[in-house]
């Protein structure tokens, strides 16, 4: 019998598909990075980016209303119609990045617009909503992301991550070179 799936399952199935290793969310925020201007870009990882993916870029930044809704799914500020596809210069616009790193990790990201002197960070919860108030925080303009415990409530996927070390590193890194090309 055929059966409609509930809104979790979907939230699950859909955010593995767009999050399938830690290659996946370097490369998703790097283009972030990009298409918000970044003419720097800095990456930390560690345990190959299962413990810990960090990346600060020197981009446009996010205001504090903008980083209420920047994980939560389908929200972006890329598109606004269909139509807008036929003229978007760009690497992402589904806004569906943050919200997928956001159900299977731990996710902060802290901006600072060209517009503020102030820079705010929010913690988000599994569904991209912010958990509490905003922290205020110093930095210059641009936006850190922070992305820890990758995978942490997918045990089967984590542990399939955690075999090959050397796999990853070499993934990422590849990643990395190939947007320094550009």
């Keep these: 019998m ?5 809104a979790e399952t979907i939230k699950w199935l859909c955010s593995e598909q767009v999050i399938i290793d830690p290659c ?3 490369k ?3 283009e972030n990075a990009l298409d918000s201007g970044a003419t ?11 413990r810990l993916i960090e990346v600060k ?7 504090k209303e903008e980083l209420t809704a920047a994980c939560i799914r389908y929200c972006t500020s890329k598109i606004k119609t269909y139509e807008d596809l036929s003229s978007y210069v760009g690497y992402g616009f589904r806004g569906e990045a943050l919200a997928a790193m956001c159900a299977m990790s731990h996710v902060s990201i802290s901006s600072r617009s060209q517009d503020s002197q102030t820079a705010y960070k929010y913690n988000y919860d599994n569904d991209g909503v912010p958990i ?10 641009g936006t850190i992301v922070t992305v820890q415990d990758l995978f942490y409530n997918v045990p089967v996927r984590r ?4 075999t090959n070390h050397t796999k990853l590193n070499k993934q990422i890194y590849d990643i990395v070179m190939s ?4």
């Design 132 to 141: 509490g108030d905003a922290e205020v925080t110093h930095q210059q303009q």
């Design 179 to 182: 947007y320094c090309i550009i």
């Design 159 to 162: 542990q399939c991550q955690k």
């Design 40 to 50: 720097q870009i800095s990456i930390k990882l560690e345990g190959s980016g299962l």
């Design 28 to 30: 998703e925020l790097i």
């Design 2 to 6: 055929l059966k409609k799936l509930d």
């Design 57 to 63: 870029d020197n981009g446009l930044g996010m205001s």
């Design 24 to 26: 996946s969310v370097v």
